[in-house]
Nanobody, 114 residues
Framework: QVQLVESGGGLVQPGGSLRLSCAAS????????MRWYRQAPGKERELVAA????????TYKDSMKGRFTASRDNAKNTVYLQMNSLKPEDTAVYYC???????WGQGTQVTVSS
Protein backbone atom coordinates (compact mmCIF):
# COMPACT_ATOMS: atom_id res chain seq x y z
CA GLN A 1 0.00 0.00 0.00
CA VAL A 2 1.40 3.32 -1.09
CA GLN A 3 1.72 5.93 1.65
CA LEU A 4 2.90 9.50 1.31
CA VAL A 5 3.04 11.56 4.49
CA GLU A 6 3.83 15.25 4.18
CA SER A 7 4.91 17.37 7.13
CA GLY A 8 6.67 20.59 8.00
CA GLY A 9 4.07 23.14 7.03
CA GLY A 10 2.96 26.00 9.20
CA LEU A 11 2.47 29.72 9.50
CA VAL A 12 5.43 31.87 8.48
CA GLN A 13 5.93 35.56 7.84
CA PRO A 14 6.75 36.85 4.36
CA GLY A 15 10.43 36.36 3.67
CA GLY A 16 10.61 33.38 5.99
CA SER A 17 11.56 29.78 5.33
CA LEU A 18 10.10 26.33 5.78
CA ARG A 19 11.33 22.84 5.05
CA LEU A 20 8.74 20.32 4.00
CA SER A 21 9.25 16.57 4.23
CA CYS A 22 7.47 13.68 2.57
CA ALA A 23 7.96 10.18 3.89
CA ALA A 24 7.12 7.53 1.33
CA SER A 25 6.45 3.79 1.48
CA UNK A 26 4.81 1.04 -0.53
CA UNK A 27 6.73 1.51 -3.77
CA UNK A 28 10.34 1.60 -4.95
CA UNK A 29 11.18 5.10 -3.79
CA UNK A 30 14.78 5.06 -4.96
CA UNK A 31 13.68 4.39 -8.53
CA UNK A 32 10.98 7.04 -8.59
CA UNK A 33 11.00 10.63 -9.73
CA MET A 34 9.32 12.57 -6.97
CA ARG A 35 7.28 15.73 -7.41
CA TRP A 36 5.94 18.45 -5.18
CA TYR A 37 2.60 20.03 -5.96
CA ARG A 38 0.55 22.69 -4.26
CA GLN A 39 -3.07 23.74 -4.29
CA ALA A 40 -4.25 27.14 -3.17
CA PRO A 41 -7.89 27.80 -2.24
CA GLY A 42 -10.04 28.02 -5.35
CA LYS A 43 -7.19 27.06 -7.66
CA GLU A 44 -6.08 23.93 -9.43
CA ARG A 45 -3.25 21.81 -8.13
CA GLU A 46 0.03 22.88 -9.74
CA LEU A 47 3.44 21.31 -10.09
CA VAL A 48 6.06 23.06 -7.96
CA ALA A 49 9.18 20.94 -8.31
CA ALA A 50 10.44 17.56 -9.43
CA UNK A 51 13.53 15.61 -8.50
CA UNK A 52 14.99 12.62 -10.31
CA UNK A 53 15.32 9.23 -8.69
CA UNK A 54 18.97 9.70 -7.70
CA UNK A 55 18.49 13.37 -6.92
CA UNK A 56 20.87 14.58 -9.57
CA UNK A 57 18.30 16.51 -11.57
CA UNK A 58 15.69 18.97 -10.37
CA THR A 59 13.16 21.16 -12.13
CA TYR A 60 11.04 23.98 -10.77
CA LYS A 61 8.12 26.13 -11.74
CA ASP A 62 9.54 29.47 -12.88
CA SER A 63 8.17 31.43 -9.94
CA MET A 64 9.97 29.09 -7.50
CA LYS A 65 13.38 29.10 -9.14
CA GLY A 66 16.01 30.42 -6.78
CA ARG A 67 13.69 30.20 -3.78
CA PHE A 68 12.76 26.50 -3.54
CA THR A 69 15.12 23.54 -3.45
CA ALA A 70 14.05 19.91 -3.71
CA SER A 71 16.25 17.17 -2.28
CA ARG A 72 15.89 13.57 -1.24
CA ASP A 73 17.36 10.91 1.01
CA ASN A 74 16.82 7.52 -0.59
CA ALA A 75 18.08 5.76 2.53
CA LYS A 76 15.17 7.32 4.43
CA ASN A 77 12.60 7.16 1.61
CA THR A 78 12.06 10.87 2.12
CA VAL A 79 11.89 13.84 -0.19
CA TYR A 80 12.26 17.43 0.99
CA LEU A 81 11.32 20.89 -0.21
CA GLN A 82 13.29 23.79 1.22
CA MET A 83 11.33 26.98 0.72
CA ASN A 84 13.01 30.34 1.23
CA SER A 85 11.91 33.94 0.71
CA LEU A 86 8.30 32.88 1.08
CA LYS A 87 5.57 35.12 -0.28
CA PRO A 88 1.87 35.32 0.57
CA GLU A 89 1.09 33.80 -2.81
CA ASP A 90 2.93 30.66 -1.73
CA THR A 91 0.09 29.94 0.67
CA ALA A 92 -1.33 26.54 -0.25
CA VAL A 93 -1.54 22.90 0.73
CA TYR A 94 1.61 21.17 -0.46
CA TYR A 95 1.62 17.55 -1.61
CA CYS A 96 4.25 15.09 -2.78
CA UNK A 97 3.70 12.50 -5.47
CA UNK A 98 5.68 9.78 -7.18
CA UNK A 99 5.67 9.90 -10.96
CA UNK A 100 3.52 7.05 -12.23
CA UNK A 101 2.02 6.29 -8.81
CA UNK A 102 -1.63 7.37 -8.55
CA UNK A 103 -1.59 8.14 -4.86
CA TRP A 104 -1.56 11.30 -2.78
CA GLY A 105 -0.94 12.10 0.84
CA GLN A 106 -3.00 14.41 2.99
CA GLY A 107 -0.78 17.38 2.26
CA THR A 108 0.69 19.96 4.59
CA GLN A 109 -0.64 23.49 4.92
CA VAL A 110 1.72 26.39 4.32
CA THR A 111 0.44 29.84 5.23
CA VAL A 112 2.54 32.91 4.54
CA SER A 113 1.16 35.93 6.34
CA SER A 114 2.21 38.77 8.56
Amino acid sequence: QVQLVESGGGLVQPGGSLRLSCAASGFTFSSSTMRWYRQAPGKERELVAAISSAGGSTTYKDSMKGRFTASRDNAKNTVYLQMNSLKPEDTAVYYCNALGVPSWGQGTQVTVSS
